[in-house]
């Protein structure tokens, strides 16, 4: 079984960073995508951003563009997500989640998920 654990949320005042981490263990497949997503209070869940391990392909939602960075250590099978210039509207819980479905992460339809880390950026 799949388990992927969030790590490195916090509270931080908006203009600073943080640096968020997803272990991986328990896989049986190749993974073929990764991503994070965040949902805030009363929003729906979006995707942040997502990655393709095997070619380096990255996506960033427009709103992180330029502020937030995706990577994948294999070595680690580890996901992290490096947030500069944070604003109050970054403020979510932030989920990672990973695919091995080539079909599925077309979709952007996560099999697995994390169970989130907490980002609050005060003004």
């Known amino acids: 079984q799949v388990q992927l654990v969030e790590s490195g949320g916090g509270s931080v005042q908006a203009g600073g960073s943080l640096r968020l981490s997803c272990a991986a263990s328990g896989h049986s497949y190749n993974t073929y995508c990764m991503a994070w997503y965040r949902e805030a209070p009363g929003k729906e869940r979006e995707e942040v951003a997502h990655?393709?391990?095997?070619?380096?392909?990255?996506y960033y939602a427009d709103s992180v563009k330029r502020r937030f960075f995706i990577s994948y250590d294999k070595a680690k099978d580890t996901l992290s997500l490096q947030m500069n210039s944070l604003k109050p509207e970054d403020s979510a819980m932030y989920y990672c989640?990973?695919?091995?479905?080539?079909?599925?992460?077309?979709?952007?339809?996560?099999?697995?998920w994390g169970q989130g880390t907490q980002v609050t950026v005060s003004s």
């Open positions: 990655i393709y391990p095997g070619g380096g392909t990255t």
């Open positions: 989640a990973t695919e091995g479905s080539v079909t599925r992460c077309r979709d952007n339809d996560y099999s697995f």
